[in-house]
Nanobody, 123 residues
Framework: EVQLVESGGGLVQAGGSLRLSCAASGFTFDAYAIGWFRHAPGKEREGVSCISHSGASTYYADSVKGRFTISRDSAKNTVYLRMNSQKPEDTSVYYC????????????????WGLGTLVTVSS
């Protein structure tokens, strides 16, 4: 079964850190770009960060540059999103997604999604 499972969300104070994980199964992990998106109530979905299948290319939204870091571990079929210096506006449900094409992933035009994990940043 093709699956993406997010974990690591929770409640954190402003200025704090969290690390999200996206565990992939059922497909060839090393052939897929993986991305993190977030969707807060009343707001449009936002592409947060993406990493290419090899890890050589990454993308960050301007809103998270310098604070978030994406990485992948092929041995564990897992992509991580390290979130530092968190702000209340980072509060959202975070989803990971997978696509063979990095540019398609950055555009958010993907079909394979996880169920999401909630991140709440208190002020």
């Amino acid at each position: 079964e093709v699956q993406l499972v997010e974990s690591g969300g929770g409640l954190v104070q402003a200025g704090g850190s969290l690390r999200l994980s996206c565990a992939a199964s059922g497909f060839t992990f090393d052939a897929y770009a993986i991305g993190w998106f977030r969707h807060a109530p009343g707001k449009e979905r936002e592409g947060v960060s993406c990493i290419s299948h090899s890890g050589a290319s990454t993308y960050y939204a301007d809103s998270v540059k310098g604070r978030f870091t994406i990485s992948r571990d092929s041995a564990k079929n897992t992509v991580y999103l390290r979130m530092n210096s968190q702000k209340p506006e980072d509060t959202s449900v975070y989803y990971c997604a997978a696509d063979p094409n990095f540019r398609t992933m950055v555009a958010g035009m993907v079909d394979l999604w996880g169920l999401g994990t909630l991140v709440t940043v208190s002020s």
